[in-house]
């Protein structure tokens, strides 16, 4: 399938960051997009989860409950297809120990995003998880998992209280943007770069294909 086969298709994105919506939006220019985030604000949470294989399990977990609460809320709405899909951002404090790192804490925004700097991203590698879910007119479902390693560099240091003042690491996962001012502290990305920021645009087009196919057979 190329990507233009899509032209004129409506895909249901179930979600509400903007990211998501345009990085799917650059991947399928010609579709109707709507949007339908989940109504459920309370996500299955990462406490006490501390094995990679659980962390995995977990975030597979979520998308799929997106997807299921989306479908609930879609009735009689048609569609071609509805996509959900989450993000995290894992670091490993001790050997195959692994933390999962949400939003900074409005509370506490500027010292708790400044120790993670110091203490799990300047100088180390860390991961992007992302768990994308996919549904057809069908209602065959398509996921997959996709690993991205990201390397910040030690001299990175120097920016941290400059790079809090800008505000950007406020709402972002993890607290930094790559796509943003946070590219300033990367030395290296091994995997799919959209993925840190919210979709693998390459995996997320691979799903289409394989749900597509399905619904031709």
């Known amino acids: 399938m190329s ?19 345009e990085l799917l939006e650059r991947l399928y220019p010609e579709a109707r997009i709507e949007i339908l985030p989940p109504d459920d604000p ?26 299921e609460n989306v479908v609930r809320q879609c009735k009689e709405q048609t569609y071609d297809y509805l996509l959900t899909a989450d993000t995290v951002i894992v670091v490993e404090p001790t050997e195959n120990h692994y933390l999962v790192l949400g939003q900074p804490p409005e509370t506490d925004y500027a010292s708790t995003t400044k120790f993670w700097f110091e203490n799990y991203y300047l100088g180390k590698s860390h991961l ?14 398509f996921e997959k998992l996709v690993f991205t390693t990201v390397e910040m560099n ?7 209280d400059w790079y809090l003042q800008t505000d950007e690491p406020r709402g972002k996962a993890g ?7 946070g590219s300033l502290f990367i030395s290296q990305v091994t995997g799919s770069l959209s993925n840190v920021v919210g979709l693998p645009l390459l995996e997320t087009q691979q799903l289409f294909d394989r749900a597509t196919d399905q619904t031709a057979g």
Do not use: M
């Not at 030690?154 to 941290?160: D, E, H």
């Open 3 to 21: 990507i233009s086969d899509l032209a004129g298709k409506t895909i249901v994105l179930g979600s509400r960051s903007p990211r998501r919506r």
């Open 42 to 67: 309370e996500e299955l949470s990462f406490d006490g989860i501390h094995s990679l294989e659980g962390i995995q399990q977990q975030i597979q977990r979520i998308s799929r409950l997106k997807n």
């Open 128 to 141: 992007a998880i992302s768990a994308i879910c996919l549904r057809n007119r069908c209602q065959s479902l």
């Open 154 to 160: 030690q001299s990175g240091s120097t920016l941290v």
């Open 175 to 181: 607290g930094y943007a790559i796509q943003g001012l």
